[in-house]
Structures are given as C-alpha cells and as structure tokens.
C-alpha cells in the first residue's frame, strides 16, 4: 500500500487550498478514506472521513462549513477542499486508509502554512 498526499503550500488568511490524496496497492475504491492533521505540539486530529462511493462525509466541527472531502475512484484519489482558511489550520495534514484487516496506512504529509 502506498499513499502519497500532495498540494500542500504557503496560503493567506482566507484562502483556499486543495490538497490530494493518491493510494494504490489496494481496491481504492472498496474502502472510506479520511484526512487528519497534526500541529506542532499537538495530537493528530481527524478531520474528515469519505465512505468508498462518495456518497457520505462525516466533518469534524473544527472545519464544518469550510472543508469539503471528495473522491475520485478512477483515479484513486481522494481531495481535500480548505476554504476560510485560518491561521490554526495550519498543520501537516495526512490521508489514511483502515483495510478490513485493520491495517492502517499513512502517507508522508502535507504541510499548510495559512499565515500572512
């Protein structure tokens, strides 16, 4: 299993940013994927979770309203829309995947800077 999380970078205050997800080495498309973040100092906080069709989203509260999960299966990604964003969203923001094994599956991250 391999999960690579891109588009992370440097925005303002109020800005927008999309981070993706890619997996292989599993049936992507069989499984609910979710992101977390994690701030220095702080524990890895769950932020949003996908079902394996996309049809279903759970947000934390931290980020109601601002971000938007989604999923493309033919492309075995799986996208984090941020908008609103804060400085405290500012964090290295990870994909992860639960098989039906129970095995977990990180990828490296993805830093956002929200700072001005």
């Known amino acids: 299993v391999q999960i690579v999380e891109s588009g992370g970078g440097l925005v303002q205050p109020g800005g927008s940013l999309r981070v993706s997800c890619e997996a292989s080495?599993?049936?992507?498309?069989?499984?609910?994927m979710s992101w977390y973040r994690q701030a220095p100092g702080k524990e890895r906080e769950l932020l949003a979770v996908i079902n394996s069709v996309g049809g279903s989203t759970v947000f934390a509260n931290s980020v109601k309203g601002r971000f938007t999960i989604s999923r493309d299966n033919a492309k075995n990604t799986v996208y984090l829309q941020m908008n609103s964003l804060k400085p405290e969203d500012t964090a290295v923001y990870y994909c992860n995947v639960v098989r039906s094994d129970y095995a977990s599956y990180w990828g490296q991250g993805t830093q956002v800077t929200v700072s001005s």
């Open positions: 080495g599993f049936t992507f498309s069989r499984f609910a």
